[in-house]
């Protein structure tokens, strides 16, 4: 049972320890500094933890798990926790989320769901959540209040921080339960309507699916490990399913790997996806688990995986331009990448 489940049991729906006094409106992320918050009554200054029940920051809700149409009957993965490695917990005594740096992996998660600029990536390593109010915006004492739509901008962290060194191999050391919360939730933070296969399920062989925001149907072989050059195989009886019992057109599906590092550019992988595209018309894509969190971190939203580059709403990323496999690029249709700083 997540900490956040037992913090639910203790307050209120809605209810927040401490408040602003007015809406959070924009909400500013800049690598290693405290995030910076604009409220709809026109003060500014450094956000803090607020506190607040049904914390975005640790769990989602229902609501963000559901699927459109047909798709929703996808056995989908019912887990809320927000945190793939349940780092951060409700810390009773300050009333206020508290990250267990030792779990966290920096994955900024948490930073982009918290509506209140209360988490940062302190060192560029690990979250921390702020609970100082150094510009006294926080007025003490309870209220009850909706959560705020907040316009997001800035970078949590930049591509230098020593996170981004380590995602590959802290990714790499989750299990396939964590891995696949991961992904679900970073596709979800980018703005990708999906779900993850329900663990244990024996019936169903995809491992994701969802909808691109131009609502194309997509479905997705995640691979970590050394089964990456299976995936563009799997991806075509993810497709052959997706069909002929959800009812897509084959040609409107995208079908796309989530790897955590290329292969070497000589793979088989690079072949047997043009093979695919040659015999069958299917343009698998791929793409890595550093690009949703370079997305995340730079507050872009995904598009979707069709057309002939993945597009990027803010135009912030051009992934087919940040892909390199040992400072070479590769052309389409293998773009979506993330090399990690050095
Ligand atoms: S970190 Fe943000 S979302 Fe989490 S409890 Fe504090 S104010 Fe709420
Ligand atoms: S940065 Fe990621 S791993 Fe760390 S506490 Fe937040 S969600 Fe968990």
Redesign the pocket.
């Known amino acids: 049972m997540s900490d956040f489940i037992v913090h639910k049991g203790r307050r209120a729906a809605g209810t927040f320890a401490r408040h602003y006094g007015a809406d959070v409106t924009d909400l500013h992320h800049e690598h290693g500094k405290r995030t910076a918050i604009m409220l709809a009554d026109g003060r500014t200054g450094a956000g803090t933890c607020l506190g607040c029940d049904s914390a975005p920051c640790m769990e989602k809700d229902d609501s963000e798990l559901t699927l459109f149409g047909a798709l929703d009957a996808f056995p989908g993965d019912p887990s809320c926790d ?4 349940r ?2 917990y409700w810390d009773n005594e300050n009333a206020a989320a508290c ?1 267990e740096t030792g779990d ?8 982009s769901r918290c509506p209140y600029g209360a988490i940062r990536l302190g060192d560029g390593l ?2 921390l959540v702020e609970t100082a109010d150094p510009d006294g915006l926080v007025i003490a004492g309870p209220t009850k209040r909706e959560h705020p739509q907040v316009k997001r901008s800035g970078k949590i962290a930049t591509l230098n921080a020593p996170a981004a060194a380590n995602l590959p191999r802290t990714i790499a050391a989750l299990d396939d339960a964590r891995t696949t919360l991961l992904v679900r939730n970073l596709l979800n933070e980018v703005g990708l309507n999906a779900r993850t296969r329900r663990r244990g399920d024996t019936n169903m062989r995809i491992d994701a699916v969802g909808f691109s925001r131009r609502e194309r149907p997509f479905v997705a072989e995640i691979e970590t490990g050394v089964g990456v050059l299976e995936s563009p195989r799997g991806l075509l009886e993810d497709v052959a399913v997706l069909h002929s019992r959800y009812g897509y057109a084959v040609d409107g599906i995208d079908p796309v790997s989530i790897i955590l590092s290329f292969p070497n550019v000589r793979s088989e992988y690079y072949q047997v996806i043009r093979d695919i595209e040659k015999v069958l018309g299917l343009r698998c894509r791929t793409i890595t688990v550093g690009a949703l969190v370079t997305l995340l971190w730079n507050c872009t939203k995904l598009d979707g995986f069709d057309g002939n580059t993945f597009t990027v709403g803010a135009g912030t990323i051009d992934l087919a331009d940040c892909l390199g496999l040992d400072d070479a690029k590769l052309a389409e249709p293998y773009s979506g990448a993330f090399r990690p700083a050095k």
């Open positions: 927000v945190c793939p490695t780092a951060i990250v966290c992996i920096g994955c900024g998660l948490c930073v690990t979250a």
